[in-house]
């Protein structure tokens, strides 16, 4: 009796039973490699939350600036926040 190294399932030929263990053994490696690639993505989207929450409160606190000083502060001359359309965000 010979047996597949990853599912355990019994084979009366030792070349079936190899062939059953190299079948499971690529799809072993296929969930893992969907695990971690899920694992990745989920890590993106939490990090890219984590900067749309910061630019908001940057946003926020650059809008207080301005209505208390009436002109930005230095850090709003980025070009690019100059040109962001600050309504995207309701701000
Ligand atoms: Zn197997």
Not at 26 to 43: D, N, S, T, V, Y
Request: with cysteine; hydrophobic share 30%.
């Amino acid at each position: 009796m010979y047996k597949c190294y990853v599912c355990g399932k019994d084979f009366q030929d030792p070349t079936e039973a190899a062939h059953c263990t190299l079948v499971c053994s690529r799809e072993a490696e296929r969930k893992l490699a969907e695990q971690k690639q899920q694992a990745l993505m989920a890590e993106k989207e939490k990090r890219k939350s984590e900067v749309d929450q910061a630019y908001k409160t940057y946003l926020s606190l650059e809008k207080e600036y301005r209505k208390d000083y009436g002109y930005t502060s230095a850090s709003c001359s980025d070009p690019f926040v100059t040109r962001f359309p600050f309504s995207v965000l309701g701000l």
